[in-house]
């Protein structure tokens, strides 16, 4: 299995956190496909030492300055804008690399049999092959929310995603096939068009899953704790994603992710 990320020199304690905890506590065979999006040199090397870690290079130039909004100055998915009741302000660099998923999974895909897509702030506590085997007979597995919001009892936004649907692409599992190929190398150059906006790829994936006809898998929640309430980050998990303000904040994330932080 080859698991993708994607990240950027603010980002890398996490992804080296992140795959330092693949490297403790999976068995399955897997490699790791990392976009490193203007990330420096020693930061690279550490990655590698990891083992199992190819780094692709890409250095475009891009703003660091949050000087963007969203398109509808609201969005749930935004990390910069969880409490408040305005649009968020976000970089260039932060779009560019969140928006690429798309094409490292699609270029991934051409010559494996299965990607694994993982956003660099989660944290794997169990060996991924329950996964693999729970999913494997899927073309996509990924999770999806209807009608509901992911801040719990917090303030709730306008959801920015169409008709109140999220398709969470923090964690999803793609099976290479002639119909996922072409899904995701549509998704791509979509996305490709539009690198700048937030939420490209919420609505790219919504407007367009319907137009295939692909077996989709519902991502439990074991595999994407996401902390919205006291309770969560739950033991039995196997995957936590410290998602917005948590990967900072949250004790408990921060005391797992101690356990595989490298300086």
Do not use: H
């Not at 935004?78 to 779009?95: H, P």
């Not at 969140?98 to 010559?111: A, C, E, I, P, Q």
Request: glycine residues 2%; aromatic residues 12%; charged residues 25%.
């Amino acid at each position: 299995m080859i698991i993708c990320c994607t990240t950027n020199q603010k980002y890398i304690k996490f992804t080296l956190a992140l795959i330092n905890s693949i490297r403790k506590n999976c068995k399955i065979k897997y490699k790791v496909e990392c976009l490193c999006v203007n990330v420096n040199k020693e930061s690279i090397e550490k990655l590698k030492k990891l083992g199992k870690v190819n780094c692709i290079i890409d250095n475009t130039l891009l703003s660091k300055k949050r000087t963007l909004t969203t398109p509808d100055n609201s969005t749930l998915t935004s990390i910069f804008n969880r409490d408040k009741n305005y649009g968020c302000l976000i970089s260039e660099e932060a779009c560019y690399c969140s928006n690429k998923r798309f094409d490292l999974v699609y270029k991934t895909l051409l010559n494996n049999e299965y990607v694994l897509f993982l956003d660099v702030d989660a944290i794997i506590r169990k060996d991924l092959n329950d996964l693999f085997l729970k999913y494997k007979d899927f073309d996509i597995t990924i999770r999806k929310n209807v009608n509901s919001t992911i801040y719990g009892n917090r303030k709730t936004l306008k959801i920015s995603e169409p008709n109140n649907i999220i398709y969470q692409q923090g964690v999803f599992l793609v099976k290479s096939n002639d119909k996922t190929v072409n899904f995701y190398e549509n998704l791509k150059n979509i996305v490709d068009k539009d690198l700048f906006n937030w939420n490209i790829d919420q609505i790219a994936f919504y407007n367009e899953i319907k137009n295939y006809n692909l077996n989709l898998g519902q991502l439990d929640l074991t595999f994407k704790d996401v902390y919205n309430k006291k309770g969560d980050f739950k033991n039995s998990s196997y995957i936590w994603s410290g998602a917005w303000k948590e990967k900072y904040s949250n004790k408990k994330y921060l005391t797992e992710f101690s356990k595989y932080a490298i300086e």
